[in-house]
């Protein structure tokens, strides 16, 4: 009688514990990717053209320095006033940015913001203070516009994200407004986040369309 005892690899059951671990890891971290994509959904593949606003830093006013003011043709400020500035990325609506800009040449602010995407919620709020620059000239391929006033602010914000599965994480970075206004208070200008621990070269940022119709504004 031939009693062959089945043998079973000790390699077959090595590769199926892999293979079992090698799956958990993928749906792990297909988890953790779907809660924080980038941190900021539209990272990529926006078709908001990033700015580089720290880059400008030398033009935000301390506190207690004087701000040259404009004249004509630009916007001459003789009263304070305030703009409610339509926020967006990638026709997507991000709230409204508040500019409060003052007869002494400061502006400052805040933003607030929330939405869904896809499973996760977002909440945005932020607080910016800097000034107008009335030196600065625009220029594009079409040529300059002696017209527009330039402005940049700038100031924190903090991002809570919240997932279903996974909770909440919140960021905090650092936030700019800049762009340019119009004789009859229209604007059209940038909203950029970003952080502020790596350098130039490689610091991460994502920008938002910033505007003010001309047929929004309340004379």
């Known amino acids: 009688m031939n009693n062959t005892r089945r043998r079973h690899p000790k390699g077959f059951m090595a590769l199926a514990t892999l293979v079992v671990v090698v799956i958990i890891l993928v749906l792990y971290m297909t988890l953790i990717k779907g809660f924080f994509p980038s941190s900021v959904p539209g990272r990529g593949g926006s078709s908001v053209k990033q700015d580089r606003p720290w880059r400008l830093d030398h033009l935000i006013m301390p506190a207690d320095k004087h701000v040259d003011m404009p004249e004509p043709p630009q916007l001459v400020i003789s009263d ?70 330039f402005f940049i602010v700038r100031g924190t914000y903090t991002q809570r994200v919240y997932h279903p599965d996974l909770g909440e994480k919140l960021t905090e970075g650092i936030i700019y407004l800049s762009g340019w206004i119009a004789p009859d208070k229209s604007l059209k200008g940038k909203l950029t986040i970003t952080t502020d621990d790596i350098t130039d070269k490689d610091k991460w940022a994502a920008s938002y369309e910033l505007t003010v119709p001309a047929e929004s504004i309340k004379n």
């Open 80 to 149: 304070d006033f305030e703009l409610k500035a339509a926020v967006s990325r990638n026709d997507s609506d991000r709230g409204f940015a508040e500019l409060k800009f003052q007869d002494n040449g400061t502006v400052s602010g805040k933003w607030q913001c929330d939405y869904t995407h896809e499973t996760r919620q977002y909440s945005y709020i932020a607080t910016y203070a800097g000034n107008i620059v009335a030196d600065k000239e625009f220029s594009d391929e079409s040529g300059t516009d002696e017209s527009l006033l």
